[in-house]
């Protein structure tokens, strides 16, 4: 076994076409721990992102899709302007910010393909200082700590897969946030319980059960990856939750450091 410290991380995301590959594929290889299956060219660009992105459409899974930020400023000028905007203004994943003679339009991936509206990717561009901002963490926590946050279900997620993961090797696991106000028995009797569950749970692997299977003997405290992405005013909304009092204490630490990039984010 091995135990790790929880962490958050700020994705990045480039606002052209490769842009929007690049984040399905991030948010895509994070549920099937398949990065190594990545590749770049010199500029550090994804040579495999498009290709996998139209495999998972291909195959009607839209959940990876909703990662990839879409900023379309639209101007009035535009023949289809009112119909574009009322169309986006009727969609709950989508926001609308009309000024000045443009509209500046907020939404996702998920909505562009699977709405047919690819015409409107004519009007990709850099956020604006008027579009409402979505952002996305890749957040590393234990498995029962994720449900914390997978309940404000106005985010889109999408989390390391016990299914489709097998794992390997020392299995790594979280170290509770007041892990050093245990004492060494305590300390041992943890260890020795999630070294236990690793054991049998490679003994079941060995007898030729399938991960989906053999997860079931899992301890709560495995370490767990998932894709975080919403609006600015969702993430305000889910981190006065998180950072309450009476949150869970392990929760509150994922939430000051998401709070912490945030605050540092929106100063720049």
């Not at 009607?60 to 289809?80: C, D, F, Q, R, S």
């Not at 003679?101 to 004519?122: M, Q």
């Not at 926590?141 to 016990?162: K, Y």
Request: with cysteine.
């Amino acid at each position: 076994m091995k135990m790790i410290k929880p962490h958050v991380e700020l994705l990045t995301q480039q606002y052209d076409k490769l842009g929007i590959y690049e984040m399905v594929e991030l948010a895509g290889r994070t549920s099937y721990k398949s990065e190594k299956n990545m590749s770049f060219d010199e500029n550090g660009r994804s040579t495999t992102a498009e290709a996998f992105t139209n495999k998972l459409i291909s195959y009607n899974h839209g959940a990876a899709l909703e990662h990839a930020t879409i900023y379309l400023t639209v101007p009035k000028t535009e023949k289809l302007y009112k119909g574009m905007v009322k169309m986006y203004k009727d969609n709950k994943y989508s926001r609308v910010i009309e000024f000045d003679g443009n509209a500046y339009i907020t939404t996702n991936y998920r909505v562009i393909i699977e709405n047919g509206w690819t015409y409107d990717l004519k009007y990709l561009t850099e956020p604006h200082k008027l579009h409402v901002k979505r952002y996305s963490f890749r957040i590393t926590c234990n498995r029962i700590n994720s449900q914390s946050f997978m309940r404000h279900r106005v985010f889109s997620f999408l989390q390391e897969s016990t299914r489709y993961v097998t794992y390997n090797g020392d299995l790594e696991y979280i170290y509770p946030s007041d892990w050093n106000t245990y004492d060494a028995e305590t300390k041992k009797l943890f260890k020795d319980h999630v070294v236990a569950s690793e054991s049998v749970y490679k003994a079941l692997l060995a007898k030729g059960l399938k991960a989906e299977r053999a997860r079931d003997l899992l301890p709560c405290g495995i370490k767990t990856e998932f894709v975080m992405t919403g609006f600015i005013d969702d993430w305000g909304k889910m981190l006065k939750l998180r950072l309450a009092k009476g949150a869970h204490p392990d929760a509150q630490l994922i939430a000051h450091q998401i709070s912490d990039i945030l605050n540092d984010v929106i100063q720049d």
